[in-house]
């Protein structure tokens, strides 16, 4: 059967559960990932040498990274990426962008402002990171009032998964933002998903 290791708390981790949810495909999970089991052992380190989770395994196949995995499942299963080859390069566009330029800007804020880490306690920079996360949101915007139901169009994708968990992130973090519509009305359509509730319900301690 396959495997997941990863805990459940950690963002990469839910995009592959939600993912395998849409699918209705079995797995098993093991924790790993800090603090419930440090992945930095020789047994992890063969299976992934950054030391990070997501990983699947299935039989003798091992693969790291969240988007790798997301993009095996949808093409093993031959869903959640659209057959139309533009349609299909703007989903993989968004995956990316997900990754690369969405996520880096929020670290800080989501340390200070969620997670409380000890040191993220720097009103300036909390409001530093807000910005330039907010920035990065109002070009998601910008694409969603465009009207389609999802980011690359119509048609569901693993491109909305690894969105919807961002934005969940930014619905969650307690701090001054800008009005974003059409990515609040994206939100509901997501959260409507039973997958979606599923997995943008917890937020990341
Ligand atoms: N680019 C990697 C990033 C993976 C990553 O940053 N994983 C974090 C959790 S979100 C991790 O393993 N942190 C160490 C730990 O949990 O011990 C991916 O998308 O899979």
């Known amino acids: 059967m396959l495997k997941i290791l990863?805990?459940?708390t950690s963002i990469n981790v839910?995009?592959?559960?939600w993912a395998l949810d849409e699918l209705r495909l079995q797995y098993e999970r093991e924790d790993w990932g800090l603090p419930i089991r440090d992945p930095k052992v020789p047994e992890f380190l063969a299976l992934n040498p950054n030391g990070q989770v997501p990983v699947l395994i299935e039989g003798d196949f091992v693969l790291w990274e969240s988007n790798a995995i997301l993009i095996y499942l949808a093409e093993r299963e031959g869903v959640l990426l659209p057959q139309h080859l533009e349609s299909r390069?703007?989903?993989?566009q968004w995956l990316g962008w997900q990754a690369s330029e969405l996520n880096p800007p929020w670290g800080y804020a989501v340390n200070a402002l969620i997670r409380k880490t000890p040191g993220y306690d720097d009103p300036e920079r909390i409001a530093?990171?807000?910005r330039q996360w907010g920035a990065k949101m109002a070009l998601l915007e910008e694409?969603?009032?465009?009207?389609?139901?999802?980011?690359?169009g119509d048609e569901f994708t693993i491109a909305d998964i690894a969105l919807g968990l961002s934005v969940h992130r930014w619905m969650s973090v307690p701090a001054d933002k800008p009005e974003l519509p059409a990515v609040g009305e994206y939100y509901?359509?997501?959260?409507s998903r039973e997958a979606g509730a599923?997995?943008?319900?917890?937020?990341?301690p």
């Open 6 to 8: 990863g805990r459940v």
């Open 14 to 17: 839910r995009k592959v559960l």
């Open 89 to 92: 390069a703007l989903a993989l």
């Open 128 to 130: 530093h990171s807000i």
């Open 143 to 152: 694409r969603l009032a465009k009207g389609t139901a999802f980011v690359a």
């Open 188 to 191: 509901e359509r997501l959260m």
């Open 198 to 204: 599923r997995w943008m319900g917890a937020e990341t």
